[in-house]
């Protein structure tokens, strides 16, 4: 019996599969988690219990906690062991100042050399957000626009900060 090849239709340019390193999963959910409200600010914050949460064991978690607190999400007190960071009325303001003068930074870079297409690009990303304000509310909201302000700074050039305002976004939302 012959075995026929199964047609695949074309993906256009298609990044390979690769395995995830379960501390970035785990990192990635976490951080999600807080960023979207579902752990609050001060919540304390069991190894145990998110790894059960999480069906992995305590290592990928602990690395993970160790990379979220290097952000500024977390922290790691002796006495009141691993917490969601509450964040201060100072560091809301100094955070929001951030924002605004990395994400004008990429403006003031994009603007003289802007393209047509790049501009549509923005247009576009602008004009979901709009759909999901109208739509489907505050979480695809807050993604689209992370995504706008994100794509800006690439368009821009500016990789650097591009990281950074991915790093400030996730303390903003809080």
């Known amino acids: ?12 340019e298609v990044q390979p599969l690769r395995r995830v390193p379960l501390k970035e999963q785990a990192f990635d959910r976490i951080r999600r988690m807080i960023v979207n ?19 992995i064991s305590r290592t990928p978690v602990r690395e993970a906690l160790m990379q979220l607190a290097a952000e500024g999400l977390i922290d790691y007190s002796a006495f009141y062991g691993t917490r969601v960071h509450t964040w201060t009325e100072s560091e809301r303001q100094e955070i929001f100042l951030l924002r605004s003068t990395l994400e004008l930074l990429a403006v003031e870079r994009l603007t003289p050399t802007a393209t047509p297409e790049q501009v549509a690009v923005l247009e576009s990303l602008l004009e979901q957000q709009r759909a999901h304000a109208r739509d489907e509310g505050w979480a695809g909201f807050i993604a689209m626009d992370a995504e706008f302000h994100l794509k800006l700074s690439e368009l821009a050039g500016l990789t650097v900060t591009q990281k950074f305002l991915g790093q400030i976004r996730n303390m903003f939302h809080l």
């Open 1 to 12: 019996m012959a075995v026929s090849r199964l047609e695949i239709p074309s993906m256009g």
């Open 37 to 55: 409200g579902e752990l609050e600010s001060g919540k304390v914050l069991s190894e145990a219990a998110l790894a059960e949460n999480l069906g």
